[in-house]
């Protein structure tokens, strides 16, 4: 329920980021039980190139802060710059007495938010900081000695499960809001370019959307995600991810929505891909310097190449790999990509053209809706080797058995491929295989409409697995 407050009423600043949302948002519940509410949103100009969401991120933000705003009945403040010079003039400006916000878990912002916390308290304002976007708070898991884990299975099944289970979700709570007057700056739908409004053909986006998506996966997702969740054309994958990026739902609520939903096994491993997103995080917290270095130090001398063209052959889904490609123009076309597909492109990005994981990672993080840094260093370096609880060196990603494994009817390839849907689906996964006459037959010519591989898959994964071993051998000295 949403009123408006008495002149006299005590003030709270609530500071929306990444948690658009009413629903099970600690720190806005802070903030209500204080007293009236102004909602405030800050566009962060303060945060470094290789810290910001990028230009997917931001599109699906805008559309975000306008469900938001109307859910506050237009009374969301919408505010540019830097948040340590804004919000100690908003607290000013409305006799503001306390001030919440959700922590946030990058680097710079972690840094910053411990400096605005110290000012606005020398203020005389209550600063109220509570964890709305993971389940366990980074700071509280550790191992028996005190140091944090640096491996996921020890994490989640030693270190989160052992500790005192996840808060249940709140209700939204009764809101007394301050009304936004006239003349204050509020949220108002922006222009968009012709690549945003072909995303937002694909989503619907808003907390009232996050929530409809959960009962939709409940109801034909959720039963059969343990063996069902790596087909990339089967519905068994959540895509809750950018929901949950953005805030418009929280891990608490899926948590235990899945409980007694489907069977013991396909619950806790839906579970345990929540506790995948846990470990990003706690990583980036405990080991800031991941957003730009390996994890491992050794990694510093690893020979990755440069290429612009190569790189952008990859980004284009130009590769002549066609469930690289296949991905890649997903990618572009949706904003989203499927967790199994997003390891095929890193491998082949990071080890069959030996380019530099930063360069995959600076690509995702402009075209994912569902960006987190943490999410997306972690991962790179994941498949890149060079991670915590990172693959086996020699474990490089097989595209083509990739394409049969998961894609065995070639649906997905030929989706994002229509120049490959007339092959017979065995030539899909890699039409360098089939004979002319075949390719002829389905209109295919290679390196006319569709592209001769860029690299040999055999040729390149010999020489990924020479520089790994390089690596290997000049620690082991």
């Known amino acids: 329920m949403i009123a408006f407050a008495s002149e006299n009423a005590p003030v709270a600043l609530h500071w929306f980021r990444s948690d658009l949302r009413l629903r099970d948002n600690p720190a806005l519940t802070e903030a209500a039980r204080f007293g009236a509410v102004v909602p405030v949103w800050i566009d962060d100009t303060t945060i470094p190139p290789n810290e910001a969401p990028g230009a997917a991120y931001r599109w699906w933000t805008r559309r975000s802060l306008v469900a938001l705003d109307d859910a506050l009945k237009g009374n969301l403040r919408f505010f540019r710059g830097d948040p340590s010079v804004l919000l100690p003039d908003l607290v000013r400006r409305y006799g503001v007495r306390r001030v919440t916000w959700t922590e946030a878990y990058e680097p710079c912002v972690r840094a910053r938010d411990t400096l605005l916390a110290t000012s606005l308290t020398e203020l005389g304002v209550e600063v109220v900081r509570r964890n709305g976007s993971l389940l366990w708070d980074p700071e509280t898991i550790a191992k028996p000695d005190g140091t944090p884990y640096r491996v996921f299975t020890p994490f989640f099944q030693k270190g989160c499960l052992a500790a005192p289970s996840p808060r249940t979700p709140l209700p939204a709570p009764d809101l007394t809001l301050v009304p936004r007057a006239a003349s204050e700056p509020g949220v108002e739908p922006a222009p968009e370019a012709e690549w945003e409004r072909k995303l937002g053909t694909q989503w619907t986006i808003g907390e009232a959307a996050a929530h409809t998506r959960l009962d939709a996966f409940l109801a034909n997702g959720l039963a059969g995600y343990a063996s069902g969740r790596d087909f990339p054309a089967r519905p068994h994958t959540s895509r809750l991810s950018p929901y949950l990026a953005h805030g418009e739902i929280s891990p608490n609520t899926l948590w235990y929505a ?15 891909e929540l506790a995948w997103r846990e470990f990003a995080h706690y990583l980036l917290v405990h080991f800031p310097q991941m957003v ?11 020979p990755w190449e440069e290429d612009d063209t190569l790189c952008r052959r990859w980004q284009r889904g130009e590769t002549g790999i066609p469930i690289v490609d296949a991905a890649m123009r997903a990618l572009w076309r949706t904003g989203y990509l499927h967790n199994r597909l997003r390891m095929v492109v890193a491998s082949f990005l990071t080890k069959n053209l030996l380019l530099h994981w930063r360069v995959g990672e600076a690509w995702f993080r402009d075209t994912l809706v569902d960006y987190t840094l943490a999410s997306n260093v972690a991962s790179w370096q994941w498949v890149a080797g060079c991670g915590a609880d ?11 058995l990739q394409a049969e494994k998961f894609d065995p009817d070639g649906s997905f390839i030929a989706t994002y491929l229509p120049e490959l849907a007339k092959l017979p689906t065995p030539a899909r996964f890699a039409p360098w ?17 569709y592209p001769q591989p860029i690299v040999s898959l055999v040729a390149s994964r010999a020489r990924a697995l020479a520089a790994y071993a390089r690596i290997k051998a000049s620690t082991s000295d």
């Open 258 to 272: 899945v409980a007694g939903r489907a069977s013991a096994r396909d619950v806790a491993k839906f579970r345990a």
């Open 292 to 302: 730009t270095e390996p994890f491992r130090p050794e990694f510093t001398a690893f």
């Open 390 to 400: 990172a693959a086996p060196y020699f474990r490089i990603f097989n595209p083509v």
């Open 433 to 449: 295989t089939a004979s002319e006459a075949t390719r002829e037959a389905a209109g295919l010519f290679l390196g006319k409409n």
